[in-house]
Nanobody
Framework: QVHLVESGGGLVQPGGSLRLSCAAS????????MGWHRQAPGKRRDMVAT???????NYADSVKGRFTISRDNAKNTVYLQLDSLKPEDTAVYYC??????????????WGQGTQVTVSS
């Protein structure tokens, strides 16, 4: 079984910054793509950013130039640096990872989510 645990959410003023972390643990053989998604109240869950195991990143248009995704493969951890935050960035942020487990099965895994609120 694979577990993803997020941290780093909170309340921040517009224009402020936060850094989210997501650590994977459990029956991991290899982690392929990792990423962050977000879901605002009454809306669908949308991709924010993804990163391959080689460090190739992809961003939603709404966060390009403001958010930065990175990962530490040695720590099985993915990060999301959120800068120049706007009220419309308010959402629950979920970590996602494609993991090949120790049984060599490819699994898609989600964290429990961390709340980010941007408000003055």
């Amino acid at each position: 079984q694979v577990h993803l645990v997020e941290s780093g959410g909170g309340l921040v003023q517009p224009g402020g910054s936060l850094r989210l972390s997501c650590a994977a643990s459990g029956s991991i053989f290899r982690i392929d793509s990792m990423g962050w998604h977000r879901q605002a109240p009454g809306k669908r869950r949308d991709m924010v950013a993804t990163i391959t195991s080689y460090g190739s990143a992809n961003y939603a248009d709404s966060v390009k130039g403001r958010f930065t995704i990175s990962r530490d493969n040695a720590k099985n951890t993915v990060y999301l640096q959120l800068d120049s935050l706007k009220p419309e960035d308010t959402a629950v942020y979920y970590c996602n990872a494609d993991v090949v487990n120790t049984a060599r099965a490819l699994t898609n895994n989600w964290g429990q989510g961390t709340q980010v609120t941007v408000s003055s």
